[in-house]
C-alpha cells in the first residue's frame, strides 16, 4: 500500500465498502386482516323552493304537495345506513335554503309563472335543460370547503325539469358518476360527488341516485382487474344477460329481469345472490329466486336489498379493499 494512501486512511478513515440495498418487496395485494373503515361523509345540503306567491309566501313544494326535503334526508340517510351496516354514515354539516329557481348553463332561469305554464304543459321545458354546476359551485364557495374537509359532497335538492344529474363528480381526475364528470375543478384538491334529489319523488327515487352513483365508482374501481379477478362484474351478472349464473345484477335489472325495471318479475332463476353475504368466503350457494327477495317490484325495497349485498368487511383482495362502501362515499380512493 503507498504512503499517501496509508496517510489519507489515517486523516479520514478507511472507506467503507457500501453493501448494495436488497430491494424492498412490493406490498403484498392480498391481506386479510386490513380493518374495514367507517365512512362518514359531511354533507352541505343546498335546497331550491321557489316562493310561488309573494304574497303569502308559499312555496313551490307546498303548492305541489310534495315532500319536505327534511322528511327525505331523514329516510334515505337512515336506509344507508342500515344498508351497509353501519359502514356509511351520513351528517348534514349546513343547509342553505334557495327561494329561487337555479340558473342554467346558458343563463336561463324560470318565473313561477313560466315554471307553471311547463307543469300545465302549454310550454315545453326549456333547452338546454342542465342546470349551472359552476355558479352553485361559485356561489356556495364549495372548491374551499372540499379542499378544507368542511365537506365532503353537496346534496341538491329541486324540482322536475332543474337539470340535475343523478349524481356528478368534480375535483382532480373526477371520473364518469352517471354524468360526465366537471371539468376544471381540481381547485377542490379532492374528488368529491354532487347528487341531485328531487322532492317531488320520494326515498326509493333517492337511492336509485345513490346505487347509480355506486355503479359508476365500483366499475371504475374494478377496472385494473381482469377476468375471474373483476368481482365487480360478478356482482352485476343477471339471468337475462349471463344464463343459469345471476348473481346481484345491475340497478335496473334485478337477477330474474327480462326489461329495464323489471324489478316485479315473478319467474324464477337460480342466482348466487346469497352466498355474497359470505364475501370473501363465497361457499358456491345458489337458490331459485324471484321479485319476493327484493319486494316485489317496489323501487325502494329492491335497491334497499341490492345496496344491502355490497361487500362491507375486512380485507382487501387484488389491492382492493373488501369493504366497497369507503370507494362509493369516497371516490377519492379510487386509483386514477
Not at 333547452?127 to 356561489?139: F, G, K, N, R, T
Not at 355474497?276 to 345458489?286: C, G, H, K, S, T
Not at 375486512?314 to 389491492?319: H, Y
Request: charged share 25%; proline share 7%; with cysteine.
Amino acid at each position: 500500500m503507498s504512503f499517501l494512501r496509508k496517510l489519507l486512511e489515517l486523516l479520514f478513515g478507511k472507506k467503507k465498502t457500501e453493501t448494495p440495498s436488497k430491494p424492498q418487496p412490493a406490498p403484498d395485494s392480498d391481506n386479510p386482516s386490513e380493518p374495514a373503515q367507517i365512512s362518514t361523509n359531511r354533507v352541505l345540503l343546498i335546497v331550491y323552493d321557489p316562493i310561488m306567491n309573494s304574497t303569502t309566501g308559499q312555496k313551490l313544494s307546498e303548492m305541489q304537495g310534495w315532500h319536505r326535503p327534511a322528511d327525505l334526508v331523514t329516510g334515505f340517510s337512515a336506509d344507508i345506513l342500515q344498508t351497509s351496516s353501519g359502514m356509511a354514515r351520513y351528517e348534514i354539516v349546513e343547509r342553505i335554503d334557495r327561494d329561487e329557481f337555479p340558473i342554467k348553463i346558458d343563463g336561463f332561469r324560470y318565473t313561477p309563472a313560466s315554471y307553471l305554464d311547463l307543469l300545465r304543459g302549454a310550454i315545453p321545458p326549456h333547452q338546454p335543460q342542465e342546470v349551472d354546476y359552476y355558479a352553485i359551485l361559485d356561489e356556495f364557495n364549495v372548491y374551499e370547503r372540499v379542499a378544507q374537509n368542511k365537506i365532503d359532497e353537496v346534496w341538491l335538492f329541486a324540482f322536475p325539469h332543474a337539470g340535475l344529474y343523478e349524481s356528478i363528480m368534480a375535483g382532480p381526475n373526477a371520473f364518469w358518476c352517471n354524468a360526465p364528470a366537471l371539468k376544471n375543478t381540481t381547485q377542490s384538491k379532492r374528488r368529491f360527488v354532487i347528487m341531485g334529489f328531487s322532492y317531488e319523488r320520494a326515498v326509493g327515487e333517492m337511492l336509485e341516485a345513490f346505487t347509480h352513483r355506486s355503479e359508476s365508482i365500483m366499475e371504475k374501481t374494478f377496472a385494473p382487474t381482469r377476468g375471474n379477478d373483476n368481482l365487480w362484474d360478478r356482482f352485476t351478472r343477471y339471468d337475462l344477460k349471463n344464463p343459469g349464473q345471476a348473481n346481484i345484477g345491475t340497478v335496473h335489472f334485478a337477477p330474474n329481469s327480462e326489461r329495464d325495471y323489471d324489478w316485479g318479475n315473478p319467474r324464477f332463476v337460480p342466482s348466487n345472490c346469497n352466498d355474497w353475504y359470505n364475501f370473501p368466503d363465497f361457499q358456491d350457494i345458489v337458490r331459485q329466486v324471484n321479485a319476493s327477495e327484493w319486494g316485489n317490484g317496489d323501487i325502494r325495497l329492491h335497491h334497499q336489498w341490492w345496496l344491502k349485498h355490497l361487500p362491507h368487511v375486512a380485507g382487501r383482495i387484488n389491492n382492493i379493499h373488501n369493504n366497497w362502501w369507503q370507494y362509493i362515499m369516497d371516490p377519492d380512493k379510487v386509483t386514477p
